[in-house]
């Protein structure tokens, strides 16, 4: 090494930063964390324009696949646009209930979005030209789209914590989304997210309030060295 480092210490050259959260500190990220909800139910008011700054901030620091930053995200202010998105999502909302089959009354009954009371309406989406990504990429080229997963869910933690309230729309054909905001070929939309004033915070999911889903118990999803063996078909 020509300029004097020590191999062994380059932390030492970089600046860092504190590790101490203070208890409050701590108590506040577990905090928002369990008390975000996917949201559905909006007020009308606008969200103010440094907070939807501060949120879009919290996005942009998220983690990403080799440093890939592959999130775009599309604000929709015009109101027709809002309106088409809506109709993409209601036309998704309907194939969707007719794939379910025997749920599909029960799913049809479901709000699945606030799409045209939220104040402000954004779509994630992933960049065009990802191939020349390799990093990270090369066996799991879906490490774009678990980026682009992390950033929603950073603007959807500092939205609970500022008072807001997000919901995560992924009913529509990203096709159609694709062309309605004229994005490029190889650019895909990853959600339409309503963002906006809340009246509350649902106190549980949504769709465990309604009967459709609860939640499993950790202790089932948390495995030590191998996956555990399938259960014996039983007898008889
Ligand atoms: C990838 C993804 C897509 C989702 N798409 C929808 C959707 O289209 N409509 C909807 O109502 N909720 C959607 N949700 C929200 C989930 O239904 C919600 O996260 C789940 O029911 C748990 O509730 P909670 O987020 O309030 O904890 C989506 C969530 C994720 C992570």
């Known amino acids: 090494m020509g300029n004097g480092m020590p191999l062994h210490s380059p932390l030492l050259h970089y600046p860092t930063c504190l590790n101490q959260f203070s208890p409050a500190e701590i108590e506040a990220v577990y905090r928002a964390i369990a008390e975000r909800r996917d949201i559905r139910h909006f007020l009308p008011d606008p969200v103010a324009p440094e907070v939807l700054h501060r949120l879009l901030q919290a996005a942009h620091q998220a983690p990403s696949v080799g440093f890939m930053q592959p999130w775009r995200f599309l604000r929709i202010t015009d109101p027709a646009l809002r309106g088409t998105l809506h109709q993409l999502v209601e036309q998704e ?17 479901l709000k699945v979005e606030g799409l045209r009371e939220c104040g402000e309406v954004l779509v994630a989406a992933l ?3 990802r191939e020349a990504h390799i990093f990270g990429r090369r066996t799991l080229p879906e490490m774009d789209l678990a980026s682009v997963a992390c950033a929603i869910q950073n603007l959807w933690l500092a939205a609970r914590a500022e008072g807001l309230g997000m919901g995560w729309v992924s009913i529509f054909d990203p096709g159609q989304v694709r062309l309605a905001l004229r994005m490029p070929a190889g650019a895909q939309p990853v959600a339409i997210l309503c963002l906006g004033h809340v009246a509350e915070f649902y106190p549980r999911p949504l769709l465990e309030t309604e009967g459709w889903a609860s939640r499993v118990s950790l202790a089932e999803l948390v495995f030590e060295n191998s996956w555990p063996a399938a259960p014996a078909p039983s007898q008889g």
């Open 93 to 109: 909302r309907l194939r969707t209930a007719e794939a379910l089959g025997g749920r599909a009354s029960a799913f049809l009954q």
């Open 127 to 129: 960049r065009d030209e």
